[in-house]
C-alpha cells in the first residue's frame, strides 16, 4: 500500500508567519491533519512530522521522511509577504516531483484558491534550495497555502472548514499523483435497509429511519416499507403503544 509523508510546517515555539491574529504552525497543522485523514480514508500509510504542537527542524523531517520510505513527500506552510494565491515549489529536475506539485495546485485551483504558479528555487551551488525537496528521497514538494498576512487571500483559510478543504485539496493531488480514484465521502443522508428505500421521499427518509431504529414502525416481511400505504388503527395504535412504552 502506498505510502505519503506529511511535513507540517513550524510548531511549538516557532509559530512561523503570523499576521491578522492567525499563526502559520495552526493553519499548516489543521490542513496537514485534514490531508492525513483524507489519505488514509483512501487506505494510504500516512506519516505527520507532527500531530501537535511540538515543532521539528527541517533536518529531522529529511531525516524521518527517508527512514519511513514514502512514494511522495509534501511540506505544509503558509505563506507571508503580502502576496496572493498558492504556490508548490518542486525540484528542478522536474519528473514526479513536478507532476505531485501540479496536481496539488490544480485541485487547490478547484477550491477557489488563486494560483502563484509551479516553483523552483536553486541555490549558490546550482542544487534544489529547499532541503526539504533536495534531501529527501521521495518525490517531495512544498505548499505555500495562501498568505497569512494578507487579509483577502487568508479568508479563503480562515475557518476550520476550509482549512479541511484545503487539506481535502492537497490529498486530491497526492491521490491523483498516484493513480489512486477519489471516493466521495459517505453523505450525512440517512440509509435505511428497505428495499423500496428510492420510493421513501427525500423530507421522510430521515424520519423513517429514526422510527425504524427505535422499532417504533417495521417493515413488512418481504422488506418493504411501503411508504405510499395507509396505516390501519391497529398499526397506529402499535406505533403509538411503542412510542409511550405502554
Ligand atoms: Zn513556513
Known sequence: MSK??????????????????????????????????????????VMTSRTGGTDKTVAAKVKECNTFAPALAADIHINAGG?????????????????LAANILDAIKEIGQNSRGLKTKINSSGKDYFAFIRD?????????????????????????AEQKAFGKAIAKGFLRTLGIAYKEEETEVAKTKFKDESEIPSWALDSVKKVFDEGIMIG??????NPNENVTRAELAVALAKIAKL
Open 4 to 45: 505519503v509523508y506529511l511535513g507540517i510546517g513550524h510548531g511549538g515555539a516557532d509559530s512561523g508567519a503570523v499576521g491578522n491574529d492567525f499563526e502559520e504552525k495552526d493553519l499548516a497543522l489543521a490542513i496537514g491533519l485534514a490531508c492525513r485523514d483524507e489519505l488514509q480514508r483512501h487506505g494510504i500509510t
Open 83 to 99: 502576496g496572493d494565491g498558492a504556490e508548490v515549489y518542486h525540484t528542478k529536475n522536474g519528473g514526479k516531483g513536478e507532476t
Open 136 to 160: 529527501t528521497a521521495a518525490p517531495a514538494v512544498i505548499v505555500e497555502c495562501a498568505f497569512i498576512d494578507n487579509k483577502s487571500d487568508l479568508a479563503i483559510i480562515d475557518t476550520a
Open 220 to 225: 413488512d416481511d418481504k422488506g418493504y416499507f
